[in-house]
């Protein structure tokens, strides 16, 4: 496990456990989405994973990440498969998301949860 602090929005390395069907899994870039206070005090973690296969159905939950963000090739943010990982599974940070890029996966997860509406940006009572 690092022993940095580990920050919102901060691109790593995480070993996914094994699992059936689509979910992703194995050692995988992954956005860490837990809050200040669970990344520094909880032993597990909230992340969403990444793909590099963009030509996976264009869902709104489906996220652009620029290789800028210290990934090795343009890829997704997959916000319909956050997951909750234990915090020795991280690896080693390799980037960070922009103040944008992070704005959309909070859309793209507030879409998945259905707290707004993929067709608008009404969030719902």
Same mark, same amino acid.
């Given at each position: 496990?690092l022993?940095?602090?580990l920050?919102?929005g901060?691109i790593?390395i995480? *070993?996914? @456990? &094994?699992? *059936?069907?689509? $979910?992703? !899994? *194995?050692? +995988? @870039?992954?956005?860490l989405?837990s809050?200040?206070?669970?990344?520094? #005090?909880?032993?597990v973690?909230?992340?969403? @994973?990444? /793909? &590099?296969?963009? &030509? =996976?159905? =264009?869902?709104? %939950? #489906?996220i /652009?990440? &620029? =290789?800028?963000?210290?990934?090795?090739?343009d890829?997704?943010?997959?916000?319909?498969?956050?997951?909750l $990982? *234990?915090?020795?599974t991280?690896m !080693? !940070?390799?980037g960070?998301?922009?103040?944008? %890029?992070? =704005?959309?996966?909070? +859309?793209? $997860?507030?879409?998945?949860?259905?707290?707004v509406?993929?067709?608008?940006s009404?969030a719902?009572a």
């Amino acid at each position: 496990m690092l022993q940095q602090q580990l920050l919102r929005g901060a691109i790593y390395i995480v *070993n996914l @456990p &094994s699992s *059936n069907g689509s $979910i992703q !899994q *194995n050692i +995988r @870039p992954c956005v860490l989405i837990s809050n200040r206070m669970a990344n520094l #005090h909880s032993s597990v973690l909230h992340i969403c @994973p990444v /793909s &590099s296969k963009t &030509s =996976k159905s =264009k869902l709104p %939950t #489906h996220i /652009s990440l &620029s =290789k800028e963000c210290g990934l090795l090739r343009d890829s997704i943010a997959l916000c319909e498969q956050t997951m909750l $990982i *234990n915090k020795d599974t991280i690896m !080693q !940070q390799v980037g960070f998301c922009d103040e944008e %890029t992070l =704005k959309n996966i909070d +859309r793209g $997860i507030a879409i998945q949860f259905g707290l707004v509406d993929a067709r608008s940006s009404i969030a719902y009572a």
